[in-house]
C-alpha cells in the first residue's frame, strides 16, 4: 500500500448528504463486519501480504475453523480476496478502503485517549495544589 488518499473535508461533507438511507444498511454491515476483534486481527496480518489459511492460524493464534469461518464471511463481503494453488488457499486484501478504515478509526481512538489522559493529568496536578 503505497498509495496516498486525500480526502477534503467538503467532499466528505458532500458524500454524507447525498448519500440515499438505503446505503445506511450496507455501511452498517460494513462497520458490523469490523467489530470483531479476530477479524481485525486477521486484517492486520493481511496488511503485511498475501497468506494461507494456516499462516493466519498460526500468527493470531486462533483455530483453524475459527479463521475459516471468518475469512469466508469477509470474502463474502468483498473485504478479502482468495486464491487457491493447489491445495492451500491464500487470501488478500481487496478492497484498500477497509484498511484507511481502520488506520482513521485507530488514531481517533488513540488521540481521544491521549485527550482524556491530559485531562486527568490536570485535574490530578489542581487536586495536588
Request: charge should be positive; charged fraction near 30%; proline fraction near 2%.
Amino acid at each position: 500500500m503505497n498509495k496516498t488518499v486525500t480526502i477534503t473535508e467538503e467532499e466528505v461533507k458532500r458524500w454524507n448528504l447525498n448519500m440515499p438511507d438505503e446505503m445506511l444498511e450496507a455501511v452498517s454491515n460494513r462497520f458490523k463486519l469490523l467489530s470483531e476483534p479476530m477479524r481485525l486481527k486477521i486484517l492486520r496480518v493481511l496488511c503485511e501480504r498475501e497468506h494461507t489459511v494456516q499462516e493466519i492460524v498460526n500468527k493470531v493464534q486462533a483455530t483453524q475453523a475459527n479463521i475459516s469461518k471468518h475469512l469466508a464471511l469477509m470474502h463474502e463481503n468483498g473485504v478479502v480476496s482468495r486464491r487457491k494453488e493447489g491445495l492451500k488457499c491464500y487470501y488478500r486484501i481487496a478492497d484498500d478502503s477497509i484498511i484507511y478504515s481502520c488506520y482513521l478509526s485507530s488514531r481517533s481512538v488513540v488521540e481521544n485517549l491521549q485527550d482524556r489522559l491530559s485531562w486527568v493529568q490536570k485535574v490530578n496536578t489542581d487536586l495536588s495544589n
